[in-house]
Structures are given as C-alpha cells and as structure tokens.
C-alpha cells in the first residue's frame, strides 16, 4: 500500500454499507438482487415492456439468487428496455443506482486516504461523491493507461458508470462485449502482474455476480 502498487476493487458491499441500504420505490437497488427487481418493476410499470408472467418467472430467477440465473435475468431486463427506446435503458439506471446518496462515507474515505488505485465494480456515484474523484470506465483507454502509469484520482469502474449505459455490463452480451475487448483484457492483466489487488466489499459468488464474473475473465485472461 505504502508504495502505491495496490488497487482496491471495490464491491457492492460497500455500497450498500455507504448508503445504509437505501431504498428506492421500496428496492435496496445498491445490492445485485435489489437492482434486477427494481429493473423488473420497471420494465412492467413504467415501460410496459413486460407481461405479468414473464415479470413472475424473472422475479423467481431473482429469487434463486444463481449467478447465472442473475445474469440472465440482467440479460432479459437489459434486451426489453434498449429494445423499447435509446433512452429507457438510461433512464432506468438513473432511476434506480443514480439515486444512491452516501449517509456514511466512512469507508470509502478511509480507502481514498491510501495512496492506492480505487476501482470499483459497481455502478454508482457513491466513491466519486464522496472523494470527488471523476469516473472513468473501461472504455476509457487513455485515461486508464494515465491512472496506471502516473496515478491519479479517478475511480475505475470496471464494469461501467451508470451515467454512461454504454459502459454498464449487465447481461451476458455486454459480459462477452468486454470480456473479447483486447485492451480491457491487457489492463487486467497489468492489474494481476504489477500490482495486488485488494477486495474489498465483494461477497461470494452467489451474492455478488459481478465479482464472480471478474473472477472467471482473470482466470482467462490470465491463463498462461
């Protein structure tokens, strides 16, 4: 830590921790579950791009609480909204984790007071709200590659930034997206070979999908 060769990859237990498990029209949408169930909500309520059975079997998918019948679920919810109109998707990340506040910023302001890179595989604004450092996702390579060769203050949201639907990986197709993204694949692995990485805030697989999900694109994309 104290020669600044760590990035903390920060999970949604962090979140939820920093906003006291906040609710959003009755969803505490800063877990994975809480999130695919305001998704599906959304997606019968508010788009109408659901049937009430097919709203049920997700719902029950959910419930499971299996990462890949998480994924799926993240798939189907992802495929109806930018299936509906450009600006449903977005909305409805803004809707749900863009209305996340910190209420306890004690963790992340200790975490942004170690010389480290912070990262992150959620996608709220809760860090940058907290430490005022900008967000940067995956698809940034220069300012990546900046971070990495000469620090700074940005968090990296490695699974993409609410505020930028493009960058949000949710389902399997936007999973296979950047899993095939060369770049992505080679900041991973300066991750792994130049520096520890520390998580923080990560549950098991079962609780966590996104973490799960990095866990099984290192051990690839690190294969040899």
């Known amino acids: 830590i104290a020669s600044g060769h760590v990035v903390v990859v920060v999970g949604t237990g962090v979140s939820v921790a920093t906003c006291e498990n906040q609710q959003v029209e009755g969803f505490q949408v800063a877990t994975w579950t809480g999130l695919l169930k305001h998704g599906v ?60 506040a910190p209420t306890q910023p004690d963790i992340i302001q200790t975490l942004a007071s170690w010389p480290i890179t912070l990262a992150t595989l959620n996608y709220d604004r809760l860090i940058g709200a907290v430490t005022s450092r900008p967000p940067i996702t995956w698809q940034d390579r220069d300012k990546i590659e900046d971070v990495l060769r000469y620090g700074g203050d940005a968090v990296i949201h490695l699974h993409g930034y609410f505020d ?17 993204d060369p770049h992505t694949q080679a900041v991973l692995q300066l991750f792994t070979l130049d520096r520890t990485l520390l998580f923080v805030g990560c549950g098991g697989p079962f609780q966590d999908p996104n973490f799960s999900r990095l866990i099984e694109w290192g051990r690839e994309a690190l294969k040899d």
């Open 41 to 100: 909500h959304f997606c019968q309520h508010t788009e109408s791009v659901l049937e009430a059975d097919e709203a049920q079997l997700l719902e029950m998918q959910i419930n499971l609480g299996k990462t890949d019948f998480l994924i799926s679920a993240a798939e189907f919810v992802t495929e109806r909204l930018c299936g509906k109109r450009p600006g449903a998707f977005r909305r409805w990340l803004k809707d749900s984790v863009g209305k996340l």
């Open 164 to 180: 930028q639907p493009d960058s949000v990986i949710l389902g399997l197709s936007s999973y296979a997206k950047v899993a095939n």
